[in-house]
């Protein structure tokens, strides 16, 4: 299993900065495929940007230019956001893929929150 803890969430303005960080432990040598999510009250849970072991990365139209996935190890995955709007307040979740031989699981953590004020 592989547990997961995000950080990094909080208060900012519009056109503010934040910085998400979501730390792995468990069996990381497993991942896969490391995803940011978000949920906004009333909407479903959208895929803001992912990364994956070989460092391919997939934004969501919405974010593209604005915000940055990356990993520093197998360990850490960041979220840099930049250029913050108040659309893009939401619980911002990562999520792991990892391999089981034939098997897929499914890892989230607990979430944080990003509030953008205007």
């Known amino acids: 299993q592989v547990q997961l803890v995000e950080s990094g969430g909080g208060l900012v303005q519009a056109v503010g900065s934040l910085r998400l960080s979501c730390a792995a432990s468990?069996?990381?040598?497993?991942?896969?495929?490391v995803g940011w999510y978000r949920q906004a009250p009333g909407k479903q849970r959208e895929l803001v940007a992912s990364i994956t072991s070989g460092g391919r990365t997939n934004y969501a139209d919405s974010v593209k230019g604005r915000f940055t996935i990356s990993r520093d190890n197998a360990i850490t995955v960041y979220l840099q956001m930049d250029s913050l709007k108040p659309e893009d307040t939401a619980v911002y979740y990562c999520r792991a893929d990892s391999s089981y031989g034939t098997t897929i699981n499914v890892n989230w953590g607990q979430g944080t929150q990003v509030t953008v004020s205007s």
């Open positions: 468990g069996s990381i040598f497993r991942i896969n495929t």
